[in-house]
Nanobody, 124 residues
Framework: QVQLVESGGGLVQAGGSLRLSCAAS????????MGWFRQAPGKERELVAR????????RYSDSVKGRFTISRDNAKNTGYLQMNSLKPEDTAVYYC?????????????????WGQGTQVTVSS
């Protein structure tokens, strides 16, 4: 019932920035917690950040705190992940996801809908 499409990935040099977007359609985006996950080859999919529905709260993984910013524009049905000071270890496929859970939503199993993913590659 919710379709998610990521965009904004690409190749960037270490120290650079990228802004990922997640366009949602279907049911009202504001009703869902929105999360960003990433998965590198041979590794488990891990939470990068999530922002809950109103009243909202934000959670970041320790590895991206101070560098990444998650946000959402409910009027545009769009979520964002601003990534600054990128490091080679940030290289992964990034996914946006939506969860019907009001709070927490820290596990991949808490999310009901997923985008197709967008590749982020950070060169050294």
């Amino acid at each position: 019932q919710v379709q998610l499409v990521e965009s904004g990935g690409g190749l960037v040099q270490a120290g650079g920035s990228l802004r990922l977007s997640c366009a949602a359609s279907g049911r009202t985006f504001s009703s869902y917690t929105m999360g960003w996950f990433r998965q590198a080859p041979g590794k488990e999919r891990e939470l990068v950040a999530r922002i809950s529905r109103s009243p909202g709260s934000i959670r970041y993984s320790d590895s991206v705190k101070g560098r990444f910013t998650i946000s959402r524009d409910n009027a545009k049905n769009t979520g964002y992940l601003q990534m600054n000071s990128l490091k080679p270890e940030d290289t992964a496929v990034y996914y946006c996801a939506a969860s019907s859970r009001s709070y927490y939503a820290l596990s991949v199993y808490d999310y009901d809908y997923w985008g197709q993913g967008t590749q982020v590659t950070v060169s050294s």
